[in-house]
């Protein structure tokens, strides 16, 4: 927290790795009155490497990012590629407009809301990754999926909505 107050920050985002419960856990701290604002944890793989730490670390700042910027979903319009039932290659409906830019690492995933005493609660539910390819124009890009192609084609199969957020 001193850090944070040395430089003036109203917010600072601190981290903690449970190595017994392979659970890693960011949270957004304010500074002053050192309460927290809002946190994201994740399991993670006990046999992974530091490049894949690195990856889950860099998820989970995206998805406490996406809690409190709102970012937007990008929907992924269609499949444009398959192999036996695997998705290849993707249509994502965001372009230039929408900051995106070729070899960009997109998040895929599923909302689900649940209904908790009257209330609705969107649930992200990642599931894969794509690499964007080509930015066509302001409007449309393609990406490569690198993971979750099975789970993509089903999604699409059974009219389920997918959608990518940029993690790197």
């Known amino acids: 927290m001193e850090q944070g107050k040395?430089?003036?920050?109203?917010?600072?985002?601190?981290?903690?790795?449970?190595?017994n419960k392979w659970m890693l856990e960011?949270?957004?701290?304010n500074v002053a009155t050192q309460e927290v604002f809002e946190k994201q944890e994740g399991k993670l793989d006990?046999?992974?490497?530091?490049?894949?730490y690195k990856k889950q670390a860099k998820r989970l700042v995206a998805q406490l990012a996406?809690?409190?910027?709102?970012?937007?979903?990008?929907?992924?319009?269609?499949?444009?590629?398959?192999?036996?039932?695997?998705?290849?290659?993707?249509?994502?409906?965001?372009?230039?407009k929408k900051g995106l830019k070729e070899g960009?690492?997109?998040?895929?995933?599923q909302i689900e809301v649940e209904q908790v005493d009257g209330e609705?609660?969107?649930?992200?539910l990642p599931f894969g990754e794509a690499k964007i390819e080509v930015v066509e124009n302001a409007n449309f890009s393609?990406?490569?999926?690198?993971?979750?192609?099975?789970?993509?084609?089903?999604?699409?199969?059974?009219n389920r909505p997918v959608y990518c957020r940029k993690i790197e």
Not at 120 to 124: K, L, Q, S, Y
């Open 6 to 19: 040395a430089i003036g920050a109203e917010y600072i985002v601190a981290g903690h790795l449970d190595i």
């Open 26 to 29: 960011l949270r957004l701290v």
């Open 46 to 52: 006990i046999y992974g490497n530091a490049s894949y």
């Open 66 to 96: 996406s809690k409190l910027l709102k970012v937007e979903n990008i929907p992924v319009v269609r499949v444009l590629e398959s192999k036996k039932e695997i998705a290849q290659l993707l249509l994502i409906a965001g372009g230039s």
């Open 104 to 109: 960009q690492i997109l998040e895929l995933y």
């Open 120 to 124: 609705d609660f969107e649930r992200f």
């Open 142 to 158: 393609q990406a490569k999926v690198k993971k979750g192609g099975e789970i993509i084609s089903k999604c699409f199969n059974a």
